[in-house]
């Protein structure tokens, strides 16, 4: 959904500027049409024509300083475009400086890839706003498979996903893992193949288990289908295992690949949520793994079946990025290696599958919305080289190395990190404030 943008103009321009008013806007249109719909330009003081996410400026001039408690009226964020190149104008710092003084929400993109970053955001906030569905499969969530640490996670509150819903407008719809299971079981071998022709995945070292995949996703794909307009799926795959003849990772990837769905591994709604406002902002590659902190030692480890950490200088600083065995679920389009391999946790079906994948070592950032929606935590980091340990639940994870791991152990909200590539940190600050959250960066 596109950002709705209302442009705005003062009575006091003169003939040049109400030309150049006209020549920008033909600017900006042509930049971010993409990811904004322009409604007709509007004289400050004056009724806006339709709904808007925000006020753009396409020029400014001396009357942004007179007209307080006209603009005050509109109650929206402003989003300054004013240059040739359809980023900020820096003789305009002043009064946007002005503009904040008095209490006003100003963006004032630096880049064009600034401008798309806010811009998404506002328009993924619309559509949150307007009930984007998210669907997840479960049961009796925590009562599965090791509920002694399932039963702790905040995502299974009935608190959580009714603030989460009051929060952002958006509708979470629950279904049964054991019957999208039950369902998944009927289908045949031929439709299975045929849904599967043109996938182009390596089977190779997964064998007759893929096409169980396979009919899963035709169970899942059956139930989206039903209920239309799906914006993520996710499944408590793990803790209710014991419903499942496989693992979702291949229908995951199978529909962000041909749907674009974003989705979430073990129920978490959280992660859902975050993954879907970041990603559809930002459009970064994305994924989720569980964060091991070197610091928390061997209660860490011993979930891991690892003896000790990888022998390194700083280790302090350095977390162990492992889900499910190896580095985490990815779709394939953003890593830089990905296979299907046999699964390794001995919670799930011995017919399971998993990922082993990686993104490009190198700079990355990880975030999460913390639970009660009102901050986000950003922590600049890399991705220094993957490890394996043979015989353990981690064969293939990643080696992660951040700043300051006593603050990371101080402030992380959850032992789920999402892992964006490359430094976001500019982009994930103007997200946040398209949404109102304190940043908390560690």
């Known amino acids: 959904m596109k950002a709705r943008l209302a442009p705005m103009y ?9 030309r150049e008013f006209q020549e920008q806007m033909d600017r900006l249109c042509a930049t971010y049409s ?33 007209h307080n408690d006209d603009l005050r009226k509109y109650d929206l964020p402003m989003v300054v475009l004013t240059s040739k190149y359809s980023t900020v104008e820096m003789w305009d710092w002043e009064i946007i400086t002005y503009l904040r003084d008095h209490g006003f929400t100003v963006f004032s993109p630096y880049s064009i890839e600034m401008g798309n970053t806010i811009l998404r955001a506002m328009g993924v906030k619309r559509s949150l706003k307007s009930g984007a569905k998210f669907l997840m499969f479960q049961d009796s969530p925590g009562e599965g498979m090791q509920a002694n640490i399932f039963k702790k996670f905040y995502w299974w509150e009935d608190e959580s996903t009714r603030d989460m819903q009051k929060a952002f407008g958006l509708n979470l719809i629950y279904r049964s ?6 369902s998944a079981r009927k289908v045949s071998d031929d439709e299975a193949q045929r849904v599967c022709a043109d996938w182009d995945v390596d ?51 199978m529909l962000f690949e041909r749907d674009g769905i974003i989705w979430a591994c073990e129920g978490d709604t959280l992660t859902l949520l975050s993954t879907y406002i970041i990603y559809r902002s930002i459009e970064r590659p994305i994924m989720m793994t569980n964060l091991y902190p070197f610091l928390v030692g061997m209660a860490a480890l011993a979930h891991e ?24 679920f990815v779709p394939r ?49 890399e991705i220094e080289s993957y490890v394996q340990y043979p015989g353990s639940d981690c064969l293939n994870g990643a080696l992660i190395r951040y700043n300051d791991g006593h603050m990371v152990m101080d402030n992380l909200c959850s032992h789920h990190s999402l892992i964006i590539t490359g430094d976001a940190a500019h982009q994930l600050r103007a997200l946040a404030r398209v949404f109102g959250w304190e940043v908390v960066e560690m």
Request: hydrophobic content about 40%; proline content about 7%; some cysteine.
């Open 34 to 66: 993409p990811v904004a719909e322009f409604l007709p330009p509007v004289e400050v003081g004056q009724p806006l024509p339709g709904e808007a996410d925000a006020i753009v400026w396409p020029q400014l001039i001396f009357a942004a300083f007179r």
């Open 203 to 253: 089977t190779s070292l997964v064998g007759e288990c893929y096409l169980r995949a396979v009919k899963l996703y035709v169970a899942i794909k059956a139930v989206i289908d039903e209920i239309g307009g799906v914006e993520g799926v996710g499944a408590n795959c793990l803790n209710e295992s014991f419903h499942c003849d496989t693992t979702p990772c291949l229908v995951w990837n």
């Open 177 to 182: 893992w054991k019957e999208v299971n039950e």
């Open 305 to 328: 079946r690892i003896d000790s950490f990888p022998d390194i200088d700083d280790p302090d600083n350095h977390a162990l990025g492992v889900h499910c065995g190896y580095f985490g």
């Open 333 to 381: 389009k953003f890593c830089s290696e990905w296979t299907l391999k046999p699964k390794v946790l001995a919670i799930v079906n011995d017919n399971a599958m998993m990922v082993d994948c990686r993104l490009p070592e190198g700079k990355v950032t990880l975030a999460k919305i913390y639970p009660g929606f009102k901050k986000l935590s950003i922590i600049k980091a």
């Open 10 to 18: 003062f009575a006091e321009t003169n003939e040049r500027e109400r």
